[in-house]
């Protein structure tokens, strides 16, 4: 037993000295390779300090993009828009750029790395005129890196080859595919032109109105979500426009869209053949393919009818309490202010609670849909003056058989209401009831 002991307090002694032999001796990954924070930087430059760039493909002809205030414009090969957000994309991965390593301390043959003729040249140009030539060339042969030169330093470097990805961008690339390239906020009014109806709206200081085919109530956000499919349109340049141009002939006329704004106007025709869309914009040149990315979106929202933008819900006073309701139907009488934290009614203080299902019913007060006949003898009158004292919303309702109809008083459209939205009014209404008395001490 003393001698299996001993081989046991042997072998533990071994191990235990192995480890420490290995601790004193390991290497930190400091002293194997060189901290990414702490590579050498191969460009360093200011985003707002960039006034332009010139892209070079090789075999293509240069691409070059001059800043415009907050946006970019391509001036050659030609004159285009340019999307913004994929030149402000390449300039983030520039800036700076850091490298990942330094295979050349002083290269005299940059053939060798692919650099005498690269990939991609991005030349940037800033504030003070000066100019960073930025080369591309080979992948490294081991990693996944791309050999990067500076035009003025002696180095070679490798960065990662995602660099390459986001700078080796063509004219197509770079150009804004946007079919109306307007920004959505800057639109004041907006024509709908299909075959047989013309939809327009107006944008005022609450948001937006309908004006044809009759002044309506508008849902704010259903149109902002409409423009925002419209403006966000883009083009396929994947598909010739010379061929575009043969299919939007025989294709079927969808709607006609133009906007006006601070821009002027830019109108944008679309047709459809089979599931595909084609459009022609007055603000970018030629006809061509929808995007299928975005082609779904611009279909659907062209096909919206005058009922989908209009604005169903009966009361705008949104989410904040009102200052006051007013309920008249028959013998009921009902007039509740909110002063305070608190509701009164003819003095006396009411149940916060049975209020606020009342508020809540007011708020879902939402048409299934509109029609245009059948309000005669209203039964109901209310009145809802919102937080702050603003302008007083009226609203009359008739109970039909299956719900009820329901008129604005500053609009002539008849709201169809289904029968539990109705019946949760009346529940609500049904339902106040004074506060109960403070607890006694």
């Known amino acids: 037993m003393k001698f299996r002991g001993l081989i046991a307090a042997a072998v533990i002694l071994l191990v235990l000295a192995g480890v420490l032999y290995w601790s004193q001796h390991r290497k930190t990954p400091d002293d194997t390779a060189p901290n990414a924070s702490t590579a050498p930087a191969i460009l360093k430059v200011d985003l707002a300090t960039v006034t332009s760039l010139v892209v070079k ?27 913004s957000g994929t030149v402000t994309g390449m300039l983030s991965r520039i800036a700076p750029l850091n490298s990942e390593s330094v295979v050349e301390d002083h290269a005299t043959n940059l053939a060798e790395f692919g650099l005498s003729d690269p990939a991609v040249e991005v030349d940037v140009t800033t504030k003070d005129n000066k100019t960073s030539r930025l080369l591309l060339g080979d992948d490294a042969p081991t990693g996944d890196g791309v050999y990067v030169y500076l035009a003025g330093d002696s180095r070679v470097f490798t960065a990662s080859s995602s660099l390459k990805t986001s700078l080796n961008k063509s004219l197509g690339d770079l ?19 299909r075959k047989g109806e013309d939809i327009g709206f107006a944008r005022i200081q609450s948001g937006w109105q309908i004006e044809k085919p009759k002044s309506y109530q508008a849902d704010n956000f259903q149109i902002d979500d409409w423009l925002q499919q419209v403006t966000g349109a ?14 939007f002939a025989h294709a ?32 970018v040149a030629g006809t061509w393919k929808v995007d299928s990315t975005t082609a779904t979106g611009l279909g659907q929202a062209l096909g919206h009818s005058v009922d989908d933008f209009r ?15 007013e309920y008249h139907s028959g013998p009921t009488n009902l007039v509740l202010t909110h002063t305070g934290n608190a509701w009164w009614s003819n003095g006396q203080k009411i149940d916060p609670l049975s209020v606020e299902l009342l508020v809540t ?28 004292g603003k302008k007083v919303e009226t609203v009359q309702i008739q109970k039909t058989g299956g719900g009820a109809l329901a008129q604005r008083e500053d609009d002539s459209s008849l709201y169809s209401l289904d029968a539990a939205t109705i019946n949760s009014l009346t529940n609500a209404i049904a339902g106040i009831k004074p506060a109960d008395p403070p607890k006694k001490k």
Do not use: C, H, M
């Not at 002809?61 to 205030?69: I, K």
């Open 57 to 83: 493909q090789k075999g293509t002809q240069p691409v070059t993009l001059a800043r415009s205030g907050a946006q970019w414009q391509i001036t050659a090969p030609g004159t285009f828009p340019a999307d």
């Open 175 to 193: 150009r804004d595919k946007r079919l109306l390239p307007v920004e959505a906020n800057s639109v004041s009014s907006i024509d709908l032109i």
């Open 234 to 247: 883009k083009w396929d340049g994947s598909v010739a426009s010379d061929d575009a141009q043969k299919t």
């Open 252 to 283: 079927e006329p969808l709607a006609t869209v133009k906007l006006t704004g601070s821009f002027g106007d830019d109108t944008l025709e679309v047709r459809k053949d089979k599931e595909d869309y084609y459009a022609k914009s007055s603000s």
């Open 311 to 325: 604005n169903k819900q009966l009361f705008d006073f949104g989410y904040s309490d009102p200052d006051k309701i």
């Open 361 to 388: 019913a007011l708020r879902n007060l939402t048409a299934t849909k509109f029609v245009d006949s059948g309000f005669t003898t209203p039964l109901i009158d209310l009145a809802v003056t919102p937080n702050g």
